[in-house]
C-alpha cells in the first residue's frame, strides 16, 4: 500500500456516493433529490419531504395521503416509553434522553422483519414519527403536565407545537415550524449522518444507528450551535452592546456561534430562508430584539472575516434558535428539534449505506512510541 494522505477532520476526503443530497458550497445551493430547499421549504410540507428522502421522488396525491396516513398513525407513544421519559433521571440532558429512548424504542416497533432484529423501517416510519413525540412529552412531563395523545389532522411540525402548548398553533406557526423541519431534514455526510452510516455499515439496526447519530448531533460545533447562538444573544444583551461585543470577539479570537461552515463558503442557504421566517415572526410578535442583533453582527462580523480572506458566514443555526424563541420553544428543545428533522436524512442514508454495504474502516497516522523493552512493575518508575 502506498503513502496514504491524512485531512484533519476528513476534509476533502471522499467516504461514500449518495443519491441524496447535493450541496454546492461556493453557490450556496442546497438540494435534496434534485429539489432546492427554498421550493422544499416553500411548498413541501415535511412529510413530503421524508417521502422524497426515503423514495427519491415527490409523491402523487394518492400515494402521499397513504404516506401521510402512515406516519400520523405512527405518532402515539406506547405507555412504557412515556413512563421511560417520566423516569429520566431530573440532571439528564434531552438529547441523552433522545439518545436512550431512540434504542428502547425498537422493542415496541410493530412490524419486525421475520427472524431478524431489523426493523421495517421504510414502512413503519415509527422511529421518524416517534421522535417528535418523544421531544414534546419530554417538555410535557418535565413542566408538570401529563402526556398529550398527538393528533392526527396536523402536520408534523404544527403537532409539535400543538403538543408543547396543549392548543393549536395558528397556521402561520405551525408552517413555519413545519418548513424548519425541512431545511433541517437533511445536508450530506455531515458529522451526525456519518455516524449513523458507520454503524449501520456494522449491518446494526437502524435504531441503534439513530441513537448513535444523536449522540454526534449533541455537541455544540453541529447541533448545539444554535443554543450557543442564543446564549451568545443573551450575554449580549442588546443592539447598541453588539459593536463592543464584536470588537471584543475578534480581539480574543473567539468563534462566533452559528457562523462558518465547512462546506459553505457564502450564505448557507438554509440561513437565508430562516432569516425571512424570523423576520415574519418578528413583525408578528413586535419582538425585534435577536432579528436586530443578528443583523447587526452579521453586518460587522462579515468584513472583518473577509479581509482576513475567510469564508465565514452565518449557517442555518445562526436564525435558527431566535425563531424557536419566538414560537416559545424552550432553548433545550432546540438541539432535540433539529434531531427530530433529520432523522429524516438519517434514515435515508441508512437505507443507501444498505444498498451497497462495505463496513467503514479508516486507517489513522500511528505517532505513538516505536517498539520497547517491556518493564516489569518492580523496575518501573
Ligand atoms: C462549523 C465549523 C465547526 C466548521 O469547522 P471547520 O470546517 O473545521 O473550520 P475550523 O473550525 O477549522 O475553522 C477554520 C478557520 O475559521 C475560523 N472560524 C471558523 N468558524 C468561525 C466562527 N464561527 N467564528 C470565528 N472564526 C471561525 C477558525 O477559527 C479557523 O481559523 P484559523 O484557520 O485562523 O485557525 C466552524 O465554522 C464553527 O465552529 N462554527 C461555529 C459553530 C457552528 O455554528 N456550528 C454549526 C454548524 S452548522
Not at 416509553?81 to 431530573?90: S, Y
Not at 471584543?248 to 456561534?257: H, L, P, S, V
Request: hydrophobic share 35%; aromatic share 10%; with cysteine.
Amino acid at each position: 500500500m502506498g503513502e496514504m494522505a491524512y485531512a484533519k477532520g476528513l476534509e476533502g476526503v471522499v467516504a461514500g456516493e449518495s443519491s441524496i443530497c447535493r450541496i454546492d458550497g461556493e453557490g450556496g445551493r442546497l438540494f435534496y433529490r434534485g429539489y432546492s430547499i427554498e421550493e422544499l421549504s416553500s411548498e413541501s410540507s415535511f412529510e413530503e419531504v421524508v417521502y422524497l428522502l426515503l423514495y427519491g421522488k415527490l409523491p402523487t396525491r394518492y400515494v402521499f395521503d397513504e404516506f401521510s396516513q402512515r406516519m400520523r398513525s405512527a405518532r402515539a407513544l406506547h405507555p412504557k416509553v412515556v413512563q421511560m421519559i417520566r423516569n429520566f433521571p431530573e440532571g439528564g440532558k434531552p438529547m441523552e434522553l433522545l439518545q436512550s429512548v431512540m434504542a428502547y424504542l425498537s422493542g415496541y416497533v410493530e412490524h419486525r422483519i421475520e427472524h431478524s432484529s431489523e426493523c421495517n423501517c421504510r414502512q413503519t416510519l415509527h422511529q421518524v414519527s416517534q421522535l417528535a413525540t418523544v421531544a414534546a412529552t419530554y417538555y410535557r412531563l418535565k413542566n408538570g403536565q401529563d402526556y398529550l395523545e398527538p393528533r392526527m389532522d396536523l402536520s408534523h411540525g404544527a403537532n409539535f407545537l400543538y403538543m408543547l402548548r396543549g392548543r393549536e398553533p395558528d397556521p402561520d406557526e405551525g408552517r413555519i415550524m413545519d418548513a424548519c423541519l425541512v431545511l433541517h431534514a437533511e445536508h450530506g455526510f455531515n458529522a451526525s449522518t456519518f455516524t449513523a452510516r458507520v454503524v449501520a455499515s456494522t449491518l446494526s439496526t437502524c435504531y441503534c444507528s439513530i441513537a448513535a447519530a444523536i449522540g454526534a448531533l449533541y455537541g455544540s460545533l453541529h447541533g448545539g450551535a444554535n443554543e450557543k447562538v442564543f446564549d451568545m444573544l443573551e450575554r449580549i444583551g442588546s443592539v447598541d452592546k453588539v459593536e463592543a461585543w464584536v470588537g471584543k470577539a475578534f480581539e480574543e479570537a473567539q468563534k462566533i456561534m452559528g457562523m462558518g461552515h465547512r462546506i459553505y463558503r457564502t450564505k448557507d442557504p438554509r440561513s437565508k430562508v430562516m432569516e425571512d421566517f424570523l423576520k415574519a415572526l418578528s413583525a408578528k410578535t413586535g419582538r425585534h430584539e435577536h432579528l436586530d442583533m443578528l443583523k447587526k453582527i452579521e453586518q460587522l462580523a462579515t468584513p472583518k472575516f473577509e479581509s482576513k480572506d475567510k469564508k465565514i458566514y452565518p449557517n442555518v443555526d445562526y436564525y435558527s434558535g431566535s425563531v424557536y424563541h419566538l414560537l416559545d420553544i424552550p432553548k433545550y428543545l432546540f438541539a432535540p428539534i433539529f434531531a427530530v428533522a433529520r432523522i429524516a436524512g438519517w434514515l435515508a442514508h441508512i437505507l443507501e449505506q444498505r444498498e451497497g454495504n462495505r463496513i467503514f474502516r479508516p486507517d489513522s497516522v500511528y505517532t505513538g512510541p516505536g517498539e520497547r523493552p517491556y518493564e516489569r512493575m518492580e523496575a518501573r518508575t
